[in-house]
Each structure stands twice: as structure tokens, then as C-alpha cells.
């Protein structure tokens, strides 16, 4: 659920972290806040080491530094709660801000179930920095309330990220969201199959039938694509007629050649499908980045040609 951040983003975080510590030590001396500033001073001492590590570790950081900002945020957010008042700390609005921060940065591929773990999140540190605080049910209700509002806010934000990513035409990632996705999983060193696949006769196809046909087929492929692949696996419309698929290491391509045993139904009635198709695997000890495996994926189409069903003639050749 969680996606790398990035040295920006990740140093950004740092620069937020620190002016939050100062803006509330203003807060503790001015007694706006009811802190102990013995207990700032040490909150605020680990949250500098905290910082340091963080800015040294990034530029070769992975999806754990993510992970390790989320558990050290979360404990953060109770410890400040409880000493500045608990179930009655006029920061809570704190707990809001990282939540919509935490929506921003790992939310940017629309994933809802990034959203329920983070409302589960929000209503822990609510509970457990509220704990011994008077009036806990209510201070609980109201806050539920509000991570509620959280919730749907956020429920329209992923549902035009997860949107804005897709292909209008055929409900597939987009090129330039997959390969996004693609560069990930290189940078996060994850075996992968990568699958090249490329419509044969598609121009005949669209002068045959007319454009309107043809959209129903690419429709048609990207459907099947998407059904023969795993919730965790990418279908990408590289440009045209072509689709990546990118999938568990060895397990694509068996699965890819039953993609084109069965023509697709459309208006003009069934139009059989004729294509070509390569598959790659990539391993974090080959060090190729991501130009050199597109250019041997493509290579790889060229090389092992494969119709499995045949277009008319003249849509074929």
C-alpha cells in the first residue's frame, strides 16, 4: 500500500518535521499548549535525531524508509497528545495535517486500501493519545467525526488520482503512469517479468472495419490483459497497439498465450485477434535500467513472433 516517496519528498518531510518543532515551542513557552518543556526538549531531541538519520539515509533509502517515517510519525503523534493534554490537547488538528499529508504523498495511485489502513492509523493514535483524558467516549465520537470527513474528502481525491492515471480509451494505465510504476519497481529491486505485446494488422483492422471497430478491439485486448493478470501485477498502453505487462518473475508467459486464441465481438460481430508478443525477465543483479529493458522487450516481440490467431488475410500482412 505504500509507494516509495522519493529523496524530495522524503527530505521535504524533514524540513516539515522541523518547523513543526519549532512552531510548537513557541506554543509550550508561550502556554498555549499545556507541555512540559523538559518534555518538548526530549520530543524534540528525538525528532532532530530522527531528522539527521533520515536526510543521510535518503538518497539510497526504499519503501522501508517510508515505513520506518510512519511507525516513528504515528508513536510521535500519541507522545505529543498525551503530554500536552491528552484527550483534551488543543493539538490534535496535528493528527489531521499528517493524515492528509500521508494521503498526498502515498496516495498518488489511488490505491482505497492505502485509505482504510490510514483511517484504522488515525483513529489508534486519536485513541491512544486521548487515553486518561477526561471525557474520552465524547473527545472519541467527535474525532471519529472528523477522520470520517477525512475519509470521504480523501475518497474523492484517489478516485481522480486512480482516473487521471488511466488510459481513456481502453481503462489501462496510461504510458507515462506505468512507466512511472515500472521505475519503481527497478529502484525497489523487484524480480519482474516484463511482456512487449503488439497488435499485428491492427491499421487494416481500422480500414476495414472503421476506427469505431477498432477502438472495440483494443478495448477487447486490454480487457483480457487485465483478467489474465494479478491485482499486483501492471497493464500498461504503451502507444497505439501496443500493451506492456509487467508481472511475477516466470509466470508470464504461459498466462500470455491465450490471449489471442479468441476473437473479440464487436458491432461488426467477431474480429479474430493476431499479435505478436516477448517477454523479459528483469533481475536487480543484471543492473539494466528501464530504456535498455524496454529496448530488449521489444526486441524480444521481434524475435519470437507468435499469432495465435489469424486476422482476415488482408488485415494480416
Not at 65 to 86: E, H, K, P, R, Y
Not at 131 to 141: E, L, N, T
Not at 144 to 159: D, E, K, N, Q, Y
Amino acid at each position: 500500500m505504500l509507494q516509495r516517496s522519493g529523496v524530495e519528498k522524503w527530505r521535504a518531510g524533514v524540513v516539515s518535521r522541523l518547523a513543526l518543532s519549532l512552531a510548537m515551542g513557541v506554543l509550550v513557552l508561550a502556554g498555549a499548549v499545556p507541555m512540559d518543556p523538559r518534555v518538548y526538549l526530549l520530543l524534540t531531541g528525538v525528532a532532530l535525531v530522527h531528522d539527521v538519520f533520515v536526510w543521510w539515509v535518503s538518497p539510497r533509502a526504499g519503501l522501508w524508509l517510508d515505513v520506518f517515517n510512519l511507525v516513528f510519525d504515528t508513536g510521535m503523534m500519541v507522545l505529543i497528545l498525551q503530554a500536552s493534554g491528552a484527550s483534551q490537547s488543543p493539538v490534535a488538528f496535528l493528527v489531521y495535517l499528517w493524515l492528509f499529508a500521508m494521503i498526498t504523498i502515498n496516495g498518488r495511485y489511488g490505491d482505497p486500501r492505502f485509505l482504510v489502513f490510514l483511517v484504522i492509523v488515525g483513529l489508534a493514535v486519536f485513541g491512544l493519545g486521548g487515553w486518561g483524558g477526561p471525557g474520552w467516549w465524547a473527545y472519541m465520537g467527535s474525532h471519529a467525526m472528523g477522520v470520517g470527513l477525512f475519509a470521504l474528502t480523501s475518497t474523492t481525491l484517489l478516485g481522480e488520482r486512480r482516473l487521471g492515471q488511466l488510459d481513456p480509451l481502453t481503462r489501462v494505465l496510461h504510458r507515462g503512469a506505468g512507466l512511472e510504476r515500472l521505475a519503481e519497481r527497478i529502484h525497489n529491486r523487484e524480480p519482474f517479468d516484463l511482456a512487449f505485446i503488439d497488435l499485428e494488422g491492427f491499421k487494416q483492422v481500422n480500414d476495414t472495419y472503421g476506427h469505431a471497430v477498432g477502438d472495440e478491439v483494443l478495448r477487447g485486448l486490454a480487457g483480457r490483459l487485465l483478467k489474465l493478470v494479478r491485482s499486483q501485477d501492471l497493464v500498461i498502453r504503451y502507444g497505439g497497439d501496443e500493451f506492456l505487462v509487467v508481472g511475477g518473475h516466470g509466470t508470464l508467459a504461459e498466462r500470455l498465450g491465450r490471449v489471442f486464441q479468441e476473437p473479440v465481438a464487436t458491432r461488426h460481430g467477431p474480429v479474430p485477434l493476431c499479435g505478436d508478443h516477448g517477454v523479459v525477465s528483469w533481475h536487480p543483479d543484471e543492473g539494466i535500467g528501464l530504456e535498455e529493458l524496454l529496448v530488449r522487450a521489444d526486441a524480444a516481440m521481434y524475435r519470437m513472433k507468435q499469432p495465435a490467431a489469424a486476422l482476415p488475410e488482408a488485415a494480416c500482412k
